[in-house]
């Protein structure tokens, strides 16, 4: 990993990125939309936004960081900083580093940015965007999944337990599928681990709860929980 320093700014790049084709200015909204370089976004899907631009080799979401639950109300999208490899995109971007290295189903990782205010900090994350992606939940909104898809996605699931791969917030929109594969996003606060039984059943079970919660939320959401659930987990284990 790659680091620049453009005081407030810390820049971290993706190893696999040249520092010569990136752009500070490439972490705002507002810039990118100047230039003619923005593509989409997300603002209207009632989560946290994430913006959609064309880069030369492709094209890359940028999410900001934002804190869920009461911290979020309160300070939005500040962090205390306590050492640059200590902090969210530090270790988001290294930790997906390591996972695309290893061939595991994720965003190719572009960037990060790191903005200190003495000791409080904001930031933001580029990665590559899937092409012609849709999250598990649009998908089941759309139309059922067949048992086959259901343990694919569980035999997808496996493969990052297996590598010992904690994600913090696994639920049904961060399960991607893009050109016949799923993928995993957003893995904030997500580590390696030594795989162990407790803490990847806990993982499986806050999938399950996540699409019980989408289950009562979206009308029409194509979820059976009876013959589903037994697939993924039939893929899991396989």
């Given at each position: 990993?790659?680091?620049?320093?453009?005081?407030?700014?810390?820049?971290?790049?993706?190893?696999?990125?040249?520092?010569?084709?990136?752009?500070?200015?490439?972490?705002?909204?507002?810039?990118?939309?100047?230039?003619?370089?923005?593509?989409?976004?997300?603002?209207?899907?009632?989560?946290?936004?994430?913006?959609?631009?064309?880069?030369?080799?492709?094209?890359?979401?940028?999410?900001?960081?934002?804190?869920?639950?009461?911290?979020?109300?309160?300070?939005?999208?500040?962090?205390?900083?306590?050492?640059?490899?200590?902090?969210?995109?530090?270790?988001?971007?290294?930790?997906?580093?390591?996972?695309?290295?290893?061939?595991?189903?994720?965003?190719?990782?572009?960037?990060?940015?790191?903005?200190?205010?003495?000791?409080?900090?904001?930031?933001?994350?580029?990665?590559?965007?899937?092409?012609?992606?849709?999250?598990?939940?649009?998908m089941l909104k759309a139309a059922p999944l067949g048992i086959r898809e259901w343990r694919r996605v569980g035999q997808m699931l496996a493969r990052f337990h297996d590598a010992g791969i904690y994600h913090a917030d696994l639920n049904a929109r961060n399960i991607l599928h893009s050109d016949g594969n799923y993928y995993l996003i957003d893995f904030d606060r997500g580590e390696r681990r030594r795989p162990g039984k407790s803490w990847m059943t806990a993982n499986l079970e806050r999938l399950k709860r996540s699409l019980h919660k989408e289950l009562g939320r979206e009308a029409g959401l194509h979820w059976q929980p009876e013959r589903d659930w037994p697939a993924l987990i039939q893929g899991y284990t396989a």
């Open positions: 990993m790659k680091r620049l320093h453009q005081a407030p700014h810390t820049i971290l790049l993706a190893d696999n990125l040249p520092s010569s084709d990136f752009s500070i200015e490439s972490f705002e909204p507002q810039w990118l939309r100047k230039q003619g370089w923005l593509t989409g976004s997300s603002e209207a899907s009632g989560r946290n936004p994430a913006w959609f631009f064309a880069l030369a080799e492709g094209e890359c979401v940028l999410r900001h960081y934002w804190r869920g639950g009461l911290p979020g109300k309160l300070l939005r999208d500040t962090y205390l900083y306590t050492g640059l490899e200590r902090s969210r995109p530090y270790r988001e971007l290294q930790l997906m580093e390591w996972m695309w290295q290893q061939g595991l189903p994720v965003p190719e990782p572009v960037a990060a940015r790191l903005t200190r205010h003495g000791w409080r900090y904001r930031a933001d994350l580029i990665t590559r965007k899937l092409p012609a992606s849709r999250d598990l939940v649009g």
